[in-house]
């Protein structure tokens, strides 16, 4: 199934709480500090993913959370940063804020990558508050929460060339002829329901992508037929055909 628009909340990992400790030594009665700062929590990634041409995968992931971050310990030991969560996404997909509608990323290029959510900071340990004027402190922080949004996640294909036309008139057709792509063809209307992709090879070895769209009928923006929706994957097109 092709899915080409989620909603989808993220929640990063909270960061890991400092610590309280003083150290404690044979023969030296007052330790200092040495409680050790927390860890982050995990950044969620949203990562290119070659591969992958829809955003079915994150329709069935209605909220995606990142883990905590390790606490401080004594001896000064800063706890571990948790791991980051990566989701894999196909190319040409934009994440929006939904509450503000501002792109946060705009991954089109292969191996591109974008924080939507930043981990928590972990929270001072004791040790961090020491000053020549306490050089005791008892206190420490807890870790920072992590970012929590919710995405729109829009899917616009990548493609050279688009095939736009009336429903029937051969479009998945052509798209069959030059490339290995083997859409639906049908001689009845609509039988695309969502854009195809094929590759095309030139005798000079290079190669483009054309996207075959579903039929547009008069009336469709104003919903007839399919709609005009699936028009936004020839926004960035560089051939309407
Ligand atoms: N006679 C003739 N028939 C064709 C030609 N190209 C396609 N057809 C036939 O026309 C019918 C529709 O072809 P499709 O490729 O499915 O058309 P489409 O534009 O993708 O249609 P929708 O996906 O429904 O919008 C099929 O039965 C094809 O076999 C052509 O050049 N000549
Ligand atoms: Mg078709």
């Not at 961090?128 to 949004?149: Q, V």
């Not at 998945?172 to 859409?183: G, R, W």
Request: proline letters at 4%; one cysteine or more; glycine letters at 14%.
């Amino acid at each position: 199934m092709f899915v080409d628009e989620v909603i989808i909340k993220v929640e990063a990992g909270k960061g890991g709480d400092g610590c309280t400790s003083f150290r404690r030594e044979k023969y030296v009665p007052d330790g200092g500090p040495d409680g050790g700062n927390g860890g982050a929590g995990s950044n969620i990634i949203f990562k290119v993913d070659e591969g992958l041409r829809t955003l079915l995968d994150l329709r069935y992931n209605k909220i995606i959370k990142g883990k905590k971050g390790a606490n401080g310990s004594g001896k000064n030991q800063t706890g571990k940063r948790a791991e980051d969560i990566i989701v894999k996404v196909p190319p040409g997909t934009i994440v929006k804020d939904l509450d503000t509608d501002m792109v946060i990323a705009d991954l089109t290029s292969k191996n591109s990558e974008a924080i939507v959510a930043m981990g928590g900071r972990g929270g001072r340990g004791n040790r961090a508050f020491a000053t020549s004027l306490n050089t005791a402190p008892d206190i420490s922080e807890h870790g920072e929460p992590g970012e929590e949004r919710t995405l729109k996640v829009e899917l616009k294909l990548l493609a050279d060339v688009g095939l736009v036309g009336m429903p029937s008139v051969g479009k998945s057709t052509i798209l069959s002829m030059i490339s290995a792509s083997k859409p639906k063809i049908a001689e009845y209307h609509f039988t695309t329901l969502s854009p195809n992709l094929g590759v095309v090879k030139t005798i000079d070895n290079r190669s483009f992508v054309v996207a075959d769209l579903p039929g547009l009928i008069e009336g469709a923006s104003l919903g007839e037929g399919l709609g005009d929706r699936f028009l936004k994957h020839i926004e960035r097109t560089k051939v309407i055909a």
